[in-house]
């Protein structure tokens, strides 16, 4: 099996028939063997009944159905589970994403030898205020962040070799950033090409504004386990050590003034230093057992998550 294609989709039904021819031709034309794998999350309108009769029409169709609205990453992440092909693409339900694009994408991943090939809609078709503006923003935020030099996060067209889908966990809402997370996994042939996007024919868009927050939000947490996700006692430490030291410094100061210097003044409870000393103090032991929570959770998890062995690996 050359091409796995994901589609992960809600309530696309007047795209999905064209799509799917669509991506037939293309792969007829270019003698590739591919699966198509639909992945309907919940769709309240027709699209599972016309992905079954795609499906009995043409073999190379699967379907995967969840039971209720789940969200993209969980949609992705089972079509990743199911795929067989060397090359995963990933394409929106929609018709925004073009099927010529596949062969070329292909190849970049087969002959380059590239991890990743990420979509980068240049040219787009979408309001330049709700949409272009705050996706320049986002963008830009989401690179000084992740240090990965990519212009279009949210592209949902791109091309993965078998091994990284395979090794990244997608979750939540972290589809946006599954180049980051390859990265942070070790995959770091990755590159972007610049593809066509197209106004949206049918049906409506289904994320809002809220995405650019989420997705400034799943940023952060980005950010976070990848620098400290394995070792969370090294950044809740040292805050928490921080903050004992600026409290018992206090304290201390506070006790020896009233011991030795003025033992007849002000009650230790009617000066701010006190004040201080004691939310730093609480402040630092809530870090410490954040810290340790987390190394504890980090300990219930198997081994075989905590490192990706490169292909390069000698066995005999
Ligand atoms: N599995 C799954 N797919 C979704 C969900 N929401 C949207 N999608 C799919 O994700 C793709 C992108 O969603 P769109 O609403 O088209 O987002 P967009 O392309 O940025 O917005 P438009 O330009 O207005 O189309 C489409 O194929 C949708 O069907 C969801 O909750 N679950
Ligand atoms: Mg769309």
């Not at 590739?32 to 639909?38: A, K, P, Q």
């Not at 995405?211 to 990848?226: A, C, E, V």
Request: positive net charge; hydrophobic residues 40%.
């Amino acid at each position: 099996m050359d091409i796995s294609v994901v589609i992960p989709l809600l309530d696309e039904q007047d795209s999905l028939v064209e799509l799917h021819d669509w991506i037939a031709q293309v792969m007829q034309s270019n003698q590739l063997n591919y699966e198509i794998i639909f992945i309907d999350d919940g769709s309240r309108d027709n699209s599972w009944s016309i992905i079954k009769k795609l499906s009995t029409k043409n073999p190379s169709v699967l379907g995967i159905r969840f039971a209720q609205n789940f969200g993209k990453s969980q949609a992705l992440h089972a079509g990743f589970e199911k795929a067989k092909g060397e090359v995963i693409i990933t394409m929106d339900g929609d018709l925004q994403d073009s099927p010529d694009e596949i062969p070329e994408l292909f190849q970049l991943i087969k002959k380059k030898k590239l991890d990743i090939v990420s979509g980068w809609k240049k040219k787009r078709y979408d309001a330049f205020i709700t949409k272009n503006l705050p996706s320049k923003l986002f963008n830009w935020a989401a690179r000084r962040i992740s240090g990965l030099k990519l212009h279009d996060f949210n592209c949902g067209l791109k091309a993965y070799k078998k091994e990284v889908i395979k090794n990244i966990e997608v979750y939540g809402e972290m589809h946006r950033y599954i180049p980051v997370l390859a990265v942070n996994s070790g995959f770091k042939n990755i590159t972007e090409k610049v593809v066509i996007h197209q106004a949206r024919k049918h049906g409506k868009t289904k994320f809002g504004m809220e995405r650019f927050i989420n997705g400034f939000l799943d940023l952060i947490t980005i950010w976070f386990t990848s620098r400290f996700g394995k070792r969370p006692m090294h950044f809740f430490g040292f805050l928490g050590v921080l903050m004992l030291i600026i409290g018992f410094t206090f304290a201390a100061y506070l006790g020896i003034d009233k011991l030795y210097f003025n033992p007849t003044g002000r009650l230790i409870s009617d000066r701010p230093e006190f004040f201080i000393a004691l939310t730093t103090m609480i402040i630092g032991t809530q870090f410490f057992v954040a810290g340790f929570l987390g190394e504890i959770i980090l300990q219930s998890r198997s081994n075989k998550e905590r490192y990706h062995i490169s292909e390069d690996t000698i066995t005999k």
